[in-house]
């Protein structure tokens, strides 16, 4: 774990004096909402597996002179989550906020399969980093959370947790879980002061790689949108911020789904 040398503590923003750690911060839209809450002045622990890819995000966000503190882990660890949590603990004392964005999705890629084909080592995989680990981040982070009276986690679902997506089923499972997650969280700590919500972004570009197949599937949702336009990452980081702000403290256990309003519900 490498400190910026901007540690230390920006009070300016709506997240000032906030430390948030996000996790799967390497890569695509995790690299936006840690880039988003420290442009709000919070202190921003980026997590995740990979650490080569997680040494050069680092650096870029510190370079744009953002304060920012990298931290491996491997979600579906209990043990390497557990030492992420000391690590965290000793570098940045406390956590206040919690994005549970790490997901086997791009990075590491998931098949796109029918049913019938998937692997059972596929399948639970799945549900060990975008479910159990979402559950053992929460595990390790939010106690402190509540002993302290007030905190935000923000889990990442898909809008295809709503509407179904064919060959795959595995990750639309796993994302439909973290709705559920969400509700059931966020009435265990709501009564400690600690909120819990979703966000379901639709297909978005958020691969460092654009090649044609990637930039024919993003497209191909555009279609199905009331706003007509390919979905970047930076469309999701004012929602992570709303989240993770003292504008949403009455608002617990909600999934809202950013897509440029091709699912309403
Ligand atoms: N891009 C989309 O179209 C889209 C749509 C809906 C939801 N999402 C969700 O948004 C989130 C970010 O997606 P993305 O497009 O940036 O994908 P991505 O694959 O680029 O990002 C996922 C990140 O998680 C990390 N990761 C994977 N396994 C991990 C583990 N075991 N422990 C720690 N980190 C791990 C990866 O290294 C990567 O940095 C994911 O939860 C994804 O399911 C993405």
Request: net charge negative; glycine share 12%.
């Amino acid at each position: 774990m490498t400190p910026s040398p901007q540690l230390g503590g920006s009070h300016g923003g709506q997240l000032g004096g906030r430390t948030a750690l996000v996790t799967g911060a390497a890569h695509g839209i995790g690299l936006a909402y840690a880039r988003g809450l420290a442009h709000e002045g919070a202190r921003v622990v980026m997590a995740d597996i990979d650490t080569p890819g997680l040494a050069t995000a680092m650096k870029q966000l510190s370079d744009e002179g953002l304060e920012v503190v990298d931290a491996a882990v491997d979600v579906a660890d209990p043990e390497s989550v557990k030492r992420c949590r000391e690590a965290v603990e000793r570098r940045v004392a406390r956590v206040d906020i919690l994005v549970n964005n790490a997901a086997v999705f791009a990075t590491v890629p998931m098949s796109r399969a029918g049913y019938q084909e998937l692997s059972v080592d596929e399948w639970d995989l799945m549900m060990a980093v975008n479910l159990r680990g979402a559950w053992l981040m929460a595990r390790a982070f939010v106690p402190a959370m509540q002993a302290r009276g007030y905190g935000k986690v923000i889990n990442i679902s898909s809008g295809t947790a709503l509407k179904g997506s064919a060959s795959r089923i595995h990750y639309v499972t796993s994302k439909a879980g973290i709705i559920g997650f969400t509700k059931t969280l966020a009435r265990e700590v709501g009564g400690d002061g600690v909120g819990v919500n979703c966000i379901a972004p639709g297909s978005t570009l958020s691969e460092a790689e654009l090649d044609d197949d990637v930039v024919a599937l993003r497209t191909s949702a555009v279609a199905s949108r009331a706003i007509q336009r390919v979905q970047l990452p930076d469309d999701l980081v004012g929602t992570v911020v709303f989240f993770a702000s003292s504008a949403s403290d009455f608002i617990t256990g909600q999934t809202l789904v950013v897509d440029g309003g091709a699912c309403m519900h």
